[in-house]
């Protein structure tokens, strides 16, 4: 079988042929160079040594060492991998309505795979902790604050939180009244991404995907995205960055940590990132953070435009109905 994986070193290919591109459909496409170019396409992620480069490229300290660590990884996870970079190619020329439902449609394609079903079966088992309101509101005069509170579990997303997310960004959508909307996480996390105790619960990926897209906080956040303004601080794993990433306006605490997860699960991101966090940082960007599992921080997410404004830790986790009240 063809390798899913092939690195071009573009300091000896500077453009590679259409017959090429066409070949490469079912293959994660990496661009390696020590000079960074502004026009280059047909490739999923672009390695430089060259500090701070401009977008698309990500620096890295050997730019050859970093592909191969990638294929590594594309080859421990093909479908996973392919799928991801077909979706963010693909999305490229789709409405972000659009966008969400091919990538929740690609999504549970993988939860039927036998990767996500071994990672599943390694998996400890943890038991579910959910919360009477997993999700608080708090109105003063035309500001809504909207506050994920689960703070024991760091306010992992299981299906109760979606649910009652959505419930407050539906407000938020039929009320022009509202001029402003706060999205904080409660405790010592924003939102650590997927609650893994909820994980392979549904045995039915072709009902998954109905609901995914029928339940849609991504969506409703599009929605209001010009209004809304997302406070990050702490864990921002897998959800917790695809949503916020949504939002017209991301500030972030110092001591953000940003990361998607999903591909050493055999999944792609499933809560939006393919759809919102292109639009930010580029799909060849957003390709490297889901297939390296890379940690990214407060700076370089300003530097990407991941978040708009680096804020004081203690503005992050201050009491939602005191600032809803300033």
């Not at 990050?232 to 997860?261: N, S």
């Amino acid at each position: 079988m063809e390798s899913p994986f092939v690195t071009v070193d573009l300091d000896r290919i500077p453009a590679r042929e259409p017959a090429a591109r066409d070949r490469d459909r079912d293959r994660v496409v990496i661009g390696v160079t020590a000079e960074p170019r502004n026009a280059v396409e047909g490739y999923d992620v672009l390695l430089t040594d060259i500090p701070d480069p401009p977008a698309p490229w990500v620096w890295c300290a050997d730019p050859h060492a970093t592909a191969r660590e990638l294929g590594h990884v594309v080859r421990s996870r093909p479908a996973a991998a392919v799928a991801l970079v077909q979706v963010l190619r693909m999305g490229s020329g789709l409405s972000v309505p659009d966008r969400l439902v091919l990538e929740s449609l690609a999504y549970s394609t993988l939860q039927g795979g036998t990767d996500f079903r071994s990672w599943l079966a390694a998996a400890p088992r943890r038991t579910h902790r959910p919360a009477e309101t997993p999700v608080r509101l708090d109105r003063a005069g035309s500001r809504l604050s909207i506050t994920l509170d689960r703070p024991w579990v760091r306010n992992a997303f299981d299906a109760a939180t979606r649910d009652a997310l959505c419930e407050a960004l539906h407000v938020a959508v039929a009320d022009p009244s509202i001029t402003r909307v706060d999205l904080y996480g409660n405790g010592p996390a924003f939102c650590s991404g997927g609650d893994l105790a909820e994980f392979g619960t549904s045995r039915d990926p072709a009902r998954a995907h109905l609901v995914r897209v029928r339940r849609s906080p991504a969506t409703l956040l599009h929605r209001c995205a010009p209004r809304v303004t997302a406070h990050l601080h702490g864990a921002c794993v897998g959800a917790g960055i695809e949503l916020a990433a949504f939002a017209g306006r991301v500030v972030a605490a110092d001591d953000t940590v940003i990361r998607l997860p999903e591909i050493e699960m055999g999944l792609i991101p499933g809560a939006g990132g393919t759809a919102s966090i292109p639009i930010r940082v580029g799909r060849e960007r957003t390709a490297y953070l889901a297939l390296s599992g890379a940690e990214l921080g407060a700076e370089q997410a300003l530097r990407w435009g991941l978040v708009d404004e680096i804020s004081d830790s203690d503005d992050m986790t201050a009491d939602p109905q005191q600032a809803v009240r300033s």
